[in-house]
């Protein structure tokens, strides 16, 4: 089986933003919608300040509340742990946005466009079907499709990588297949303390977050 | 510890989506007291028709805060894991019961109770499956909202009383015991919440609960318990007993739209740990 996850190192990050920035040119979403966003979190107080850059989105969750409870079905698992949304089934009723515990999912009642009218680019890649029902980052399914059709390999070849991946500039985040040990991700994770958002929820969220080195301090 | 963001208002159900849950529960709560209180004939077709009214305007909330209302037919198509689903299934068999007792059917009014309970259970599921709302996703959440349908359609069983006439002594009291009920079931649920709901959504939820606590269960309480003393001059009766129910459902109603519209707070986002930099890796 195989079972696509993301991981952000927290170490790494450094709040750029060019991840939200490949977002959304990868998928063309409307002035307000991340798919993928950077949060700037800042704790404490002068001088004991800590700041860290968390990478956030949908987390195709393990068992994804936005799916039990979408009354049309739209919303739907792979095999390979994504979770999709199907436009033409959803009804926008919004009940998945407040099913997610990470708020990832938008939606967009009319088109808008980032300086009032669409621009050529924008025009052109404006969808109807996505107006008024429910969006979230989907790990660029069809650049993973299209690279597996091709006997690429999601998170080592860019073609079949989700663009927010390919675009980070300090490889803070991974993305691979979580049931192959020998997969970047899994080995990342093997050697690292990482942690997952709102797991006491129980929604075994496919995005981990590494916070520090599993060897002892001043090992290599 | 936890480090994040604070939590914040949803904004993905408004005022709409409250009218469901205050409609359809007075409405559900209206059908199954009628079929409480006995009653029957013309009484029993107007309390059912304006039940199912209520159901449908609450219904018809939902289909305005619908991105896509034309698909709403799309809503029946996961009855296995929605409890939205269920609830408009639930509506589906309910109405034609309803409409076959205001066609002469009495006898299927204990049939409608059941299934008006079954649509306000499927409601309050409904909330309970949010899980990206603490305020919602509570347990003792499933038993509040099901208090406050009953209690508030017995409230507007008696908003209606001088129409019908159905009233009476075992009538107030079933009144009183369900306001009761109601009031206890959310001094639970606000205990189970106040420690762990952030601070902005617990402090809605509090307003609201002191006018549910005072002008939806005291005041009401007292005018029904006049009435049973029989202190209450006769003429008087009906209409203070019509303001008692009025009180007890707008202030189960206020309840409700403040739990959606500003206690919905959302979960934010937190992190167990602080990244560790500066050391190799």
Not at chain 1, 193 to 206: A, I, N, Q, Y
Not at chain 2, 101 to 115: F, S
Request: hydrophobic residues 50%.
């Amino acid at each position: 089986m195989t079972r696509w996850a993301m991981v952000a190192d927290l170490r790494r990050c450094v709040g750029c933003q060019t991840c939200t920035a490949a977002c959304r040119h990868a998928n063309a979403t409307p002035p307000g919608v991340q798919w993928r966003r950077v949060l700037d979190m800042e704790f404490g107080t002068y001088p004991d300040v800590r700041r860290a850059f968390v990478p956030v989105g949908c987390q195709h969750c393990e068992n994804p509340p936005c799916m039990d409870v979408c009354p049309s079905t739209a919303t739907r698992k792979r095999d390979d742990g994504i979770v999709t949304i199907d436009y033409d089934l959803c009804i926008g009723c919004g009940y998945c946005a407040v099913a997610c515990p990470y708020q990832a999912r938008y939606k967009t009642q009319k088109a808008l466009f980032a300086y009032g009218g669409a621009m050529q680019s924008e025009a052109k890649r404006h969808d109807d079907a996505r107006l008024a029902v429910a969006t979230k980052c989907t790990f660029c399914v069809d650049r993973i499709d299209a690279g597996l059709e091709k006997g690429l390999r999601p998170g080592v070849d860019p073609e079949a990588t989700p663009a927010c991946v390919n675009a980070c500039i300090s490889q803070a985040l991974a993305f691979g297949d979580l049931d192959d040990p020998q997969s970047n991700v899994s080995q990342l994770l093997a050697r690292t303390k990482h942690f997952r958002m709102h797991e006491e929820l129980g929604t075994g969220p496919g995005f981990h977050y590494v916070w520090d080195s599993d060897a002892p301090r001043g090992t290599p | 510890m936890t480090y994040g963001p604070n939590p914040w208002q949803q904004t993905h159900w408004d005022a709409r989506a409250a009218g469901n849950f205050i409609c359809g529960g007075c409405g559900a709560g209206l059908i199954a007291f009628a079929a409480l209180a006995g009653a029957e004939g013309r009484a029993l077709s107007g309390l059912m028709v304006a039940g199912l009214g209520l159901i449908a305007a609450g219904l018809f909330c939902v289909f305005l805060e619908t991105g896509r209302p034309l698909r709403a037919m799309n809503v029946l198509i996961n009855p296995r894991t929605s409890w939205m689903t269920r609830e408009a299934f639930t509506a589906a068999v309910l109405f034609p019961v309803g409409v076959a007792i205001v066609l002469g059917a009495p006898h299927l009014a204990l049939l409608a109770a059941a299934l008006a309970l079954a649509f306000v259970f499927c409601q309050s599921r409904m909330l309970r499956a949010a899980k990206g709302i603490p305020a919602w996703r509570e347990p003792a959440i499933v038993p509040l909202i099901v208090a406050t349908g009953l209690a508030e359609g017995a409230g507007w069983f008696l908003v209606g009383l001088p129409v019908h006439g159905i009233g009476g002594a075992p009538v107030l009291a079933l009144f009183g015991v369900l306001v009761l009920v109601r009031v206890f079931v959310w001094l639970a649920y606000r205990r189970r919440v106040a420690a762990t709901l952030a601070r902005g959504a617990f402090d809605a939820l509090e307003g609201a609960g002191r006018v549910l606590q005072v002008g939806g269960t005291l005041a009401p309480l007292a005018l029904v318990a006049l009435e049973l003393l029989g202190v209450v001059p006769g003429p008087l009766a009906a209409p203070l007993a019509a303001l008692a129910g009025l009180l007890a459902a707008a202030a189960g109603a206020y309840l409700k739209l403040v739990l959606v519209t500003r206690a919905g707070f959302n979960q934010g986002f937190a992190i167990p740990h602080l990244p560790v930099r500066g050391q190799p890796h």
